[in-house]
């Protein structure tokens, strides 16, 4: 069973960097897809970006586009989110999930099976 366990949130002053992680522990299938959503205080869980794990290539909302960058570590064992230039309207919760490699439905939420519980961002102004 996949678990998923997110770090490195925390309090930034806009224009600002911050890297979050997301660790990956037991046995995800070969083919999957590593995401990172948010979620902000009244508002639905919105896609971020997301890293086909197997096939390497990444997709990245409007919104963060040029902004963050995902990747992950050699061992396959962590994803990173890189984000530069944060703005207060980036502040949110920060989830990691995994889910199947479904490129038409990568930024559904609903293909995702497994979440961690979230780190927060919050980005002062």
């Known amino acids: 069973q996949v678990q998923l366990v997110e770090s490195g949130g925390e309090l930034v002053e806009a224009g600002g960097s911050l890297r979050i992680s997301c660790s990956v522990s037991?046995?995800?299938?070969?083919?999957?897809?590593m995401a990172w959503f948010r979620q902000a205080p009244g508002k639905e869980r919105q896609f971020v970006a997301a890293?086909?794990?197997?096939?390497?290539?990444?997709y990245y909302a409007e919104s963060v586009e040029g902004r963050f960058t995902i990747s992950r570590d050699d061992a396959k064992t962590t994803s990173y989110l890189q984000m530069n230039r944060l703005k207060p309207e980036d502040t949110a919760v920060y989830y990691c999930?995994?889910?199947?490699?479904?490129?038409?439905?990568?930024?559904?939420?609903?293909?995702?099976?497994?979440w961690g519980q979230g780190t927060q961002v919050t980005v002062s102004s």
């Open positions: 999930a995994a889910g199947r490699p479904i490129v038409s439905a990568i930024r559904d939420p609903q293909i995702y099976y497994t």
């Open positions: 037991g046995r995800p299938s070969s083919r999957f897809v």
């Open positions: 890293f086909n794990w197997s096939e390497g290539r990444k």
